[in-house]
């Protein structure tokens, strides 16, 4: 059920020529029939209405504030402007598209921390697209964890969880190659994630004692050392630190037998060693539906778990299901839980 909030939550625009456009304007619609809360999204009304001719629907737009945005809500889709013009076609990102992007999520975020919006909930970026405008983070994640900690001026380690009803991940490692995890993977680093995640599903989920199983980052957790030392070297005494602080965690446990159904009954979330080892299990059980959560963070942030899928925005085409659960989400996580402060 979506959680009630009194303040709406703010929906950046995500890369103008995929589909965050799309599902943003396809929801509104069918706000009541999916029982969605009320959100505004931070944009441009024309570059909206063009995609919403594209698309053939009839969605009312208006501009507001933050403020007006949840009584706007009923009547039409509420659209705090960025004040920057967006030229981008669906599938042809454009000189527009990073500058648009990146605005939106400072906007969010600072509504958010100003308490004018309930939570932040992300559309899809394209990496490539910003990295190629000069933009130094490597993802979402890393990015709101700068702009909170510049906010608040106290450190914030972020942690990605991706969370459905079936499984939620976290990755220990985010958006690294392969080859460089092993030198990034420390003790103090899991142990560090692992804490956040204990706390952010206590204070945030309501778990009253998080179970963690902490998957091993070689095949068969590294056989005592025989298929890799780290897991006996570096996992393993990071999951000892945990337990020493009253954390329940387990591991390291082989990968390949963590994720079917009686072993995911075990535990309430597993912490992999690295991305792909956490996403594949996640986005193979619920690919329509998964959420990208970040932990670790002054707010709640919410965001789809599926990409800009350029190839199908502006055909009418895109599944609208995982925007659906990152909202609500996001309403039922600032509904029930209070600000957090950051992690030092």
């Not at 619609?29 to 505004?40: A, I, K, Q, S």
């Not at 053939?56 to 949840?70: C, G, H, I, R, S």
């Not at 003790?187 to 952010?200: E, F, S, W």
């Not at 390291?252 to 159904?261: G, K, Q, S, V, Y």
């Amino acid at each position: 059920m979506t959680g009630r909030v009194s303040q709406p939550l703010a929906l950046t625009l995500g890369e103008p020529a995929g589909i965050g456009p799309d599902l943003t304007l396809a929801l509104w619609p069918r706000r009541v029939e999916l029982d969605l809360p009320p959100f505004y999204v931070i944009g441009d009304v024309d570059f909206l209405a063009r995609r919403a001719r594209t698309l053939k629907l009839d969605v009312p737009l208006v501009e507001v504030t933050p403020a007006t945005a949840v009584a706007a809500f009923e009547r039409a889709l509420p659209v705090v402007p960025l004040g920057l013009t967006i030229t981008a076609a669906p599938g042809q990102p454009d000189a527009t598209s990073a500058p648009a992007a990146i605005e939106s999520i400072r906007r969010a975020v600072t509504d958010v921390l100003l308490g004018q919006a309930a939570a932040v909930v992300t559309n899809p970026i394209a990496k490539n697209v910003l990295y190629r405008s000069g933009f130094a983070e490597p993802g979402h994640t890393e990015f709101l964890a700068k702009l909170a900690s510049e906010a608040t001026g106290k450190p914030v380690q972020p942690v990605m969880m991706l969370w459905s009803p079936e499984l939620a991940v976290v990755p220990v490692t985010i958006h690294l190659p392969l080859r460089e995890v092993v030198e990034a993977l420390t003790a103090d680093l899991i142990v560090t994630t692992g804490r956040i995640v204990a706390r952010d599903l206590t204070a945030r989920f309501g778990v009253s004692r998080p179970r963690i199983a902490v998957a091993g980052l070689n095949p068969h957790a590294g056989e005592d050392g025989s298929l890799g030392i780290e897991d006996r070297d570096i996992v393993a005494p990071a999951i000892a630190r945990l337990k020493a602080e009253g954390i329940d965690a387990v591991g390291p446990l082989p990968a390949d037998t963590m994720f079917h159904e009686r072993a995911r009954a075990g535990y309430d979330v597993a912490m992999c060693m690295y991305h792909d080892q956490a996403l594949i299990p996640i986005k193979t059980l619920a690919f329509d539906h998964g959420v990208n959560v970040t932990l670790g963070l002054p707010f709640v942030r919410t965001s789809p778990d599926h990409g800009t899928a350029f190839d199908i925005a502006g055909t009418g085409k895109a599944d609208p299901s995982s925007l659906v659960a990152a909202l609500a989400l996001a309403a039922r996580l600032a509904a029930t839980t209070p600000a957090l402060v950051p992690a030092k």
